[in-house]
């Protein structure tokens, strides 16, 4: 009976540790705040501010915000701009030294209740065809998309500087219908600051 019992535990031992080394890496989290404000400055454009909605896309919210207070934004570009749709950047490029992780989509088509519409003003995390495929690349939108809503991880709204995602997405000159912007022309990032 005795050995019965101490296979039984070496076994759930062994199950125990598998199971911790198998242990993801726990997503990004913000601690109990529900709203975020940052500060977008595009050089040449000015500065955007943003209210980041921690309620709603909490992982999305903490990802940015984490992304934003190590500078990893500040110097990078807008490469993909198409007018009356959206101004898209944040994608790391050769000198950046943070290497971002995937977060899970927090939208509707992938099991999270996320009501915020894509539309003007709004900000969304781009990401692939895997809906948990999202990293550092993030869009504000110049029109609206109802297409995107409940298939991507919208998390906050513009409060001041829309003119100037307009003029942005105005002046850009893609060279595709997918609008890719040559990177002599990509608008920068100057910095991206989180204020409270």
């Known amino acids: 009976m005795m050995k019965k019992i101490l296979v039984v535990l070496a076994v759930l031992l062994l199950v125990l540790a598998s199971a911790a080394?198998?242990?993801k890496t726990p997503e990004?989290?913000?601690?109990?705040?529900k709203l975020y404000h940052a500060e977008i400055t595009v050089k040449g454009y000015g500065t955007v501010k943003l209210e980041l909605d921690a309620e709603t896309a909490p992982i999305t919210v903490a990802n940015f915000v984490s992304l934003a207070k190590q500078g990893f934004y500040d110097g990078l570009t807008f490469h993909r701009i198409?007018?009356?749709?959206?101004?898209?950047?944040g994608?790391?490029?050769?000198?950046?030294?943070?290497?971002p992780k995937?977060?899970?989509?927090?939208f509707k088509?992938?099991?999270?209740?996320?009501?915020?519409?894509?539309v003007p003003g709004v900000i969304s995390m781009a990401r692939a065809n895997d809906k948990n495929s999202a990293s550092s690349q993030f869009f504000i939108m110049v029109g609206t998309a109802p297409h995107l809503d409940g298939n991507y991880a919208a998390f906050g709204h513009v409060t001041e500087g829309l003119e100037i995602v307009q003029k942005i997405a105005k002046d850009a000159k893609p060279v595709d219908n997918n609008g890719t912007i040559p990177a002599a022309q990509q608008p920068v990032i100057e910095k991206v600051v989180i204020t409270d």
């Not at 990004?28 to 705040?33: D, I, L, R, Y």
């Not at 994608?91 to 290497?99: F, L």
């Not at 995937?102 to 927090?106: A, C, D, F, H, L």
């Not at 088509?109 to 519409?117: D, H, L, Q, R």
């Open 82 to 89: 198409i007018d009356g749709f959206m101004i898209q950047g």
């Open 21 to 23: 080394c198998g242990k």
């Open 102 to 106: 995937t977060i899970k989509g927090e």
């Open 28 to 33: 990004p989290s913000v601690s109990g705040q």
């Open 91 to 99: 994608a790391p490029n050769s000198s950046s030294k943070i290497t």
């Open 109 to 118: 088509s992938n099991g999270v209740e996320n009501p915020i519409k894509h």
